[in-house]
């Protein structure tokens, strides 16, 4: 891997950790709107959850989403390290 590929390739994965931080509650409240209108037209699935399981979802996907996020800075790191 030449070292232009690799800076450009670090570089990328570090901003879409960043962005996965830093939108992580945008993102997990659109998550769950999109699966709760997948369970309002399809019926036959699970029952829509109520608001104390709409609230702990959010917190869930948001913190997976910090998560995967740190994961990818920290990648991003050991990329552009050339470990």
Known sequence: ???ATRIALGASINVIGLALIYWSGQLSGRYNAWTS?????????SA??????????????????????????????VVLAGV
């Open 1 to 3: 891997m030449t070292e």
């Open 37 to 45: 209108n997948l369970r309002g037209r399809h019926r036959r699935g």
């Open 48 to 77: 829509e959850p109520s608001s104390q399981a709409h609230v702990a979802n959010v917190r869930i996907v948001k913190t997976l989403l910090r998560i995967l996020g740190t994961f990818l800075v920290l990648s991003s790191i």
